[in-house]
Nanobody, 125 residues
């Protein structure tokens, strides 16, 4: 499975961005996928995940769920992350990732087998 993230950029605090992740490969439309970010000097942080059929959504916490929305369209093998009310603390490289098989440790970045190259999001104050 190959993943290609896009949609990052510079945005003012309070603004919105939508990230996209194009997937390719034999099982790209059925695997569990997620968004993970890494801020400068910090460890990778799970944000949200979505099941292969798009029916089950997972967020790191309610605060994240209130601002970020994960979705996918299997017809075009693309996953999205709509990010609203962005804050300077959201500045990070955002990665899309996928698992070979779903596990209960879906919030653990090291459990993901496939990674995109990352897209930089910078939120100015």
């Amino acid at each position: 499975v190959q993943l290609q993230a896009s949609g990052g950029g510079l945005v003012q605090a309070g603004g919105s961005l939508r990230l996209s992740c194009a997937a390719s490969g034999r099982t790209s439309s059925s695997i569990f996928m997620g968004w993970i970010r890494q801020a400068p000097g910090k460890e990778r942080e799970f944000l949200a995940g979505i099941s292969g059929n798009g029916r089950n959504l997972y967020y790191t916490d309610d605060a994240m769920k209130a601002r970020f929305i994960i979705s996918r369209v299997n017809a075009n093998s693309t996953m999205y992350l709509q990010m609203n009310s962005l804050k300077p603390d959201d500045t990070a490289v955002y990665y899309c990732a996928a698992m070979k098989a779903w596990t209960t440790r879906w919030a653990t970045p090291s459990q993901y087998d496939y990674w995109g190259q990352g897209t930089l999001v910078t939120v100015s104050s």
